[in-house]
């Protein structure tokens, strides 16, 4: 069964640094894996899909890369600021279960000004 | 402005009742589910749906039961027969384009509370 991880469950930076975030999948066999960023008491929005024949997505301070040989993805947020503090989810899509997301249970992010 | 529409953002449930939580969707997707969010664990699937008058169950069906008349609708309703109902729960859809090419869109969530 596939299994998502996100490790460290929360984080803490300073405002300007870049923020690194990891997510880990047990099996490679994915059509896609997803960032989604999500605020408290809210729903989820997309950040980045990147599909399993790319190495990487890029959308303005936000790039993500995906490994998937070695079953990782990793979020970098370029000069953080306060307002990107929220809860970083990553889901992957297996191929054995179209639809079926597998959710990791995110990262918690506080940028201090 | 295209997007989900969940309703209502709240609700309170009493034990025995059972209540029914909308999402309403004008994206034209075909492709749609329910989510269950607890503190500090991941999303787990409830149930989705890939096109009307069909849908199939997630992880944790039990005590849950929905329908798909319409393509931009899928109520759940939360049973008396879920023990522990009390969660957010999120409403999400996707088109059903190319496998590796499907981008999940979520509403705002409701959150359901026993009292």
């Known amino acids: 069964k596939q299994e998502v991880t996100q490790i460290p469950a929360a984080l803490s930076v300073p405002e300007g640094e870049n923020l690194v975030l990891n997510c880990s999948f047990t099996?490679?066999?994915?059509?896609?894996l997803q960032w989604f960023r999500q605020d408290p008491g809210k729903g989820l929005t997309s950040l980045l899909l990147i599909q399993s024949s790319q190495r990487e997505q890029t959308s303005g301070r936000l790039n993500a890369s995906l490994d998937k040989s070695s079953g990782r993805s990793t979020l970098y947020i370029a000069a953080s600021q306060p307002g990107d503090s929220a809860t970083y989810l990553c889901?992957?899509?297996?191929?054995?279960?179209?639809?079926?997301?597998?959710f990791g249970a995110g990262t918690q992010v506080v940028v201090t000004p | 402005d295209g997007g989900i529409t969940q309703s209502p953002k709240y609700l309170f449930r009493k034990e025995g009742q059972n209540v029914t939580l909308s999402c309403e969707q004008n994206?034209?997707?075909?492709?749609m589910y329910w989510y269950r969010q607890d503190p500090g664990q991941g999303l787990r699937l409830i149930y989705y749906s890939q096109i009307v008058n069909d849908f199939q169950k997630g992880d944790i069906a039990e005590g849950y039961s929905v329908s798909r008349e319409k393509k931009e609708s899928f109520p759940l309703t939360v049973t008396s027969a879920q023990k522990n109902p009390t969660a957010f729960y999120l409403c999400?859809?996707?088109?059903?384009?190319?496998?590796?090419?499907?981008?999940?869109?979520f509403g705002q969530g409701t959150r359901l509370t026993v009292v």
């Open positions: 889901a992957v899509m297996p191929t054995d279960s179209w639809g079926k997301l597998q």
């Open positions: 999400a859809s996707s088109p059903t384009l190319e496998y590796w090419d499907t981008e999940a869109f």
């Open positions: 099996d490679s066999a994915i059509y896609n």
């Open positions: 994206l034209n997707h075909d492709a």
